[in-house]
T-cell receptor, first 115, second 112 residues
């Protein structure tokens, strides 16, 4: 069974640029969630994708957007980067069965630094 | 909205000491509760969970009981090891919406 993988591991961008982060779900999972973890803080929910549709969104501006592909992999796109976007971005996959499946399996994260 | 409050860290203990990390929550409805652990340089790993009141989650010697009357889910371990050094996060999950709400984390350091 392959776990959740994310790429790249580290990324440095300049303020105003755009970035795309990628995530491959654990085998058999159909739902992907993205979280932002600032240094010394707990992860904050950005959004979730199920069946290629956004299925819930946290308190993040529209310049944070995402995609889920038919193979359940996912991308997180951030436009017009700001210094405060510097954080560890975590992807989590799970199997949503309609009755609530809460075991989310996290990838190792992508460390984004905005200068 | 939903929220999780964790014991402030950092926490430093000697090997074989007893561990308690406090966690309380605020939620509408009947959330599931989780403890995740984050080792240095790694992502989050699910440590244990409880899905309804009075459930006890346990794993690797760690335990936590879902207490609805006190809205708490405290993490305990009877004898900690150096390898338990990590950051521990308490989290709740909304029924029907798999969003997780996390606490701010508690850094635990075990000294030999």
């Amino acid at each position: 069974e392959t776990g959740v993988t994310q790429s790249p591991t580290h990324l440095i961008k300049t303020r105003g640029q755009q970035v795309t982060l990628r995530c491959s779900s654990q085998s058999g999972h159909n739902t992907v969630s993205w979280y932002q973890q600032a240094l010394g803080q707990g992860p904050q929910f950005i959004f979730q994708y199920y069946r290629e549709e956004e299925n819930g969104r946290g308190n993040f501006p529209p310049r944070f957007s995402g995609l889920q592909f038919p193979n359940y992999s996912s991308e997180l796109n951030v436009n017009a980067l700001e210094l405060d976007d510097s954080a560890l971005y975590l992807c989590a996959s799970s199997l949503y069965g309609g009755t609530g499946s809460y075991e989310q399996y996290f990838g190792p994260g992508t460390r984004l630094t905005v200068t | 909205g939903d929220s999780v409050t964790q014991m402030e860290g950092p926490v430093t203990l000697s090997e074989e000491a007893f561990l308690t990390i406090n966690c309380t929550y605020t939620a509408t409805g009947y959330p599931s509760l989780f403890w995740y652990v984050q080792y240095p340089g790694e992502g989050l790993q699910l440590l244990l969970k409880a899905t309804k009141a009075d459930d006890k989650g346990s794993n690797k010697g760690f335990e936590a009981t879902y207490r609805k009357e006190t809205t708490s889910f405290h993490l305990e371990k009877g004898s900690v090891q150096v390898s338990d050094s990590a950051v521990y996060f308490c989290a709740l999950g909304d029924f029907g919406n798999e969003k997780l709400t996390f606490g701010t984390g508690t850094r635990l350091t075990i000294i030999p």
